[in-house]
């Protein structure tokens, strides 16, 4: 089974950017899906974007046209960049695989990114 290590994040101020890593132990395209998760204190994990089977990217409304996320090209890492950062963005982010033939999901530890001034 693969395991996920996410890193990157960090305390910064609003307006300002972070890029997060998850680099996987095995390669990972074609054999899982991969997606971004936070958690904010005292709220659910909520999906922040993930990669569809069609080849799309999609983004919660909430970070839409603030986040990218995007791959190398060694089929073993993931990326999400984080723009314009505000307060609410605060949360430990989590990166995401789903096995796409055994349907079961596989989580990293986290990485907490801190928003404030």
């Known amino acids: 089974q693969v395991q996920l290590v996410e890193s990157g994040g960090g305390l910064v101020q609003p307006g300002e950017s972070l890029g997060l890593s998850c680099v996987a132990t095995t390669t990972i395209f074609g054999i899982y899906t991969m997606a971004w998760y936070r958690q904010a204190p005292g709220k659910q994990r909520e999906l922040v974007a993930r990669?569809?089977?069609?080849?799309?990217?999609i983004y919660a409304d909430s970070v839409k046209g603030r986040v990218t996320m995007s791959r190398d090209n060694a089929g073993s890492t993931v990326y999400l960049q984080l723009n314009s950062l505000r307060p609410d963005d605060t949360a430990v982010y989590y990166c995401?695989?789903?096995?796409?033939?055994?349907?079961?999901?596989?989580w990293g530890q986290g990485t907490q990114v801190i928003v404030s001034s």
């Open positions: 990669f569809s089977t069609t080849g799309d990217t």
């Open positions: 995401n695989a789903w096995h796409i033939q055994n349907h079961y999901n596989v």
